[in-house]
């Protein structure tokens, strides 16, 4: 199982990214996903999770508003849309999946992607 996550960079405040997280080796649409970041020096945090069918999100009070997750099942990805980014948005983003369906849940079992950088400039 893989999750590869990219689309991080670079971006002044008030601009836009847009994440991907890829997955192969698993059968995509029995996955919930979720987003994390991790600044330097603070603990991961949740964003943003989606539920399998994508019928369902939820978002951490930090992205409300500004973020919005979404998935293809059929291309197993997973995107995430930032949009009018915040220094304190600057962190590196991972992706993970598991089988929970429930939104509220810890992602205890899951499988993880590496991080993708996001940088944001005043």
């Known amino acids: 199982v893989q999750l590869q996550a990219s689309g991080g960079g670079l971006v002044q405040v008030g601009g836009s990214l847009r994440l991907s997280c890829a997955a192969s080796?698993?059968?995509?649409?029995?996955?919930?996903v979720g987003w994390f970041r991790q600044a330097p020096g603070k603990e991961r945090r949740l964003v943003a999770v989606?539920?399998?069918?994508?019928?369902?999100?939820y978002y951490a009070d930090s992205g409300k508003g500004r973020f919005t997750i979404s998935r293809d099942n059929a291309k197993n990805t997973v995107y995430l849309q930032m949009d009018s980014l915040k220094p304190e948005d600057a962190a590196f983003y991972y992706c993970?999946?598991?089988?929970?369906?429930?939104?509220?849940?810890?992602?205890?079992?899951?499988?993880w992607g590496q991080g993708t950088l996001v940088t944001v400039s005043s």
């Open positions: 080796g698993l059968t995509f649409s029995l996955y919930r």
């Open positions: 989606i539920s399998r069918s994508g019928a369902t999100t």
């Open positions: 993970a999946a598991d089988r929970d369906d429930r939104l509220d849940s810890p992602f205890v079992r899951a499988y």
